[in-house]
């Protein structure tokens, strides 16, 4: 049965693919927008820090996030399951990307903005892979990571050329709401697997038997 395998695994490199892009692209330029759009800068008692330590400081909030989200997301598996969990986590990630691109925010909600993002675009990891492990048989489970992992690695390098492109031609919000529309489309992906008609994980038995439920 297809569904058991082939079809989830090209929907899987789709997400993948849009996943990728959008992770490459927020690390190698969430700087610059953030230093370019907002250029703030803070002082600690005699120590003036200016709009590229801000940007630097904000980048590793938006890491530190996505490091203890990880937790969280193992937890949210366990309980509800790694489809619904990487489902909403990009919903979330795309939601809050639309508004760091579109909204002009003061220095703290700029910063609670990117933690929820980081948290949501890094807080899947659980759930995909967990959801990586279930579909590949035990014998192709090695093979099943490597092939995902060759697409992502693949779109996610072409992410920051484009992304500069985009910068330079159009302006660097106007990248970034494509990165949130990523997100969004890496979302679609996750969806298509509710269906049966895709992903098929009742009971195994015969693949004519199967095709019918």
Known sequence: DRRRYLYPMLVLVGYFAAYSVVVQGTVA??????????????????????????ADFTLSVLLVGAAFSRFV???????????????????????????????????I?????????????WGNSPARDS????????????????????????????SPTAIGFLADSAGIREGFTYLAGATFVAALFVA????????YQ????????????
């Not at 598996?77 to 925010?105: E, K, N, P, Y």
Request: glycine share 12%; no cysteine; hydrophobic share 50%.
């Open 29 to 54: 330029f969430i700087p610059a927008f953030i230093t370019d759009v907002y250029g703030y800068s803070f002082s600690l008692g005699t120590i003036d820090f200016g709009p590229e330590s801000f």
């Open 73 to 107: 997301g193992g937890y949210l598996v366990d309980r509800f399951g790694h489809l619904s969990v990487l489902f909403w986590t990009l919903i979330v990630a795309s939601v809050t990307m639309f508004v760091f691109a579109l909204a002009s925010l003061g220095p």
């Open 202 to 213: 009742g009971p195994s038995g015969s693949p004519d038997a199967t095709l019918d439920d």
């Open 109 to 121: 909600l700029l910063l609670v903005v990117l933690l929820i993002f980081g948290v949501g675009l």
């Open 192 to 199: 298509i697997l509710f269906s049966d008609r895709v992903f």
């Open 131 to 158: 959801l990586v492990s279930d579909l590949g048989p035990d014998e192709r489970e090695g093979r099943t990571f490597s092939y995902l992992w060759t697409a992502s690695r693949i779109f996610g390098a072409i």
